[in-house]
């Protein structure tokens, strides 16, 4: 049975395999690239000098400065990042939705679980041998892009946890990879013709990856407020790497006078009309800046938590595809 499955899917594992080391010849070039303008541009410093706590408002600057115009170098590849995304759903419809679909669109089933092969045993070794191998390249996935996304984080103010390099890097991957396969080959043992079970693979997974993204990572942990007057000579350092989720500047009972924006203005300090710092916003004395954020130390937390949720999600998916194998005609 193990043989009869290598035999079923080698030209799909030669593929994934050359798809790797494909990525890797035009991901190496490129990742090699950022290091040298990341040093170049004395960011290596910058990174050790922003962590410390006597850091100096000139050093931040010419830091911050030398990060814009990283970003700006290499702001292309953003789209790039994007494309990126697709890999491990690109495994779920070509690894698992034709692995039940296609068996029982052609009918090949039928003279497999007659010849002494159970169709527990066929599901169970099917799946194993397939989950491993997508397991396999989970893992080089994730472990590359984790090398090659690192200077992206390094120069973005919001680090690991922003959108799109989160879902590159770490042990994420290997979780949206697993769950990818699971979801295809459920599909295929519900809608039993390859297409229909790819197109469904492709909508759930989608819809399944937005809502966590969306509605759950930003609650994993409860996030952290940090609140500053509107008026003064300072105002409190932000960590480069935390997420902030939400922003806002509210009057002294707590109600929203403008979202998603801040002000500062020296002690004081008048509008160009002679009105109080943030009184064309309705701002009251006593006005504060309000925010909400998910400190850079959880990264590697929010990694644990989102892997453990589409792993459990993939052992569901595989549970409930065995039990609709039995009952297939």
């Known amino acids: 049975m193990i043989w009869l499955t290598w035999r079923q899917h080698r030209k799909q594992a030669f593929f994934t395999l050359l798809g790797l080391a494909a990525l890797a010849a035009l991901m190496v070039p490129i990742g090699l690239s950022m290091r040298h303008s990341f040093s170049d541009l004395g960011l290596t410093d910058c990174a050790r000098q ?80 397939v989950g491993a191998g997508a397991l396999f390249a989970a893992v080089c996935y994730g472990l590359g892009m984790s090398w090659w996304v690192d200077p992206l984080t390094e120069a973005a103010r919001e680090g690991r946890l922003g959108m799109i390099v989160f879902d590159l890097q770490g042990v994420a991957p290997i979780g949206y990879t697993l769950f990818a396969v699971a979801l295809g080959i459920f599909a295929g043992t519900v809608w039993k013709r390859m297409l229909p079970a790819m197109g469904i693979t492709l909508a759930a997974y989608i819809g399944v990856r937005t809502a966590v993204e969306v509605l759950v ?108 194998v039995r009952r297939i005609a």
């Open 50 to 129: 922003l962590a410390a706590a006597d850091v100096t408002p000139a050093t931040q600057e010419t830091c911050e400065a030398g990060y814009r115009r990283f970003s700006n170098r290499y702001d292309s590849l953003n789209l790039v990042a994007v494309l990126l995304l697709t890999l491990p759903v690109l495994v779920g419809l070509f690894w698992g939705a034709p692995l039940v679909a296609r068996e029982v669109e052609h009918g090949t089933h039928r003279f497999v679980w007659t010849q002494g092969v159970g169709r527990t045993r066929w599901a169970l070794v099917k799946f194993g041998l």
């Open 217 to 324: 990572r930003p609650h994993y942990q409860p996030a952290k407020t940090l609140t500053f007057p509107i008026e003064g000579l300072t105002e409190p350092q932000v960590e480069r790497g935390d997420w902030i989720l939400s922003m806002a500047i509210r009057n002294p009972d707590g109600t929203t006078v403008a979202e998603d924006t801040r002000i500062m203005c020296p002690p004081g300090g008048k509008g160009p009309t002679g009105q109080l710092c943030g009184a064309e916003l309705g701002a009251k004395p006593g006005a504060y800046n309000w925010q909400l954020y998910q400190p850079a130390d959880r990264f590697w937390l929010f990694q644990g938590i989102e892997t453990g949720i589409f792993v459990a999600l993939a052992l569901l998916l595989l549970f409930l595809a065995v039990r609709r």
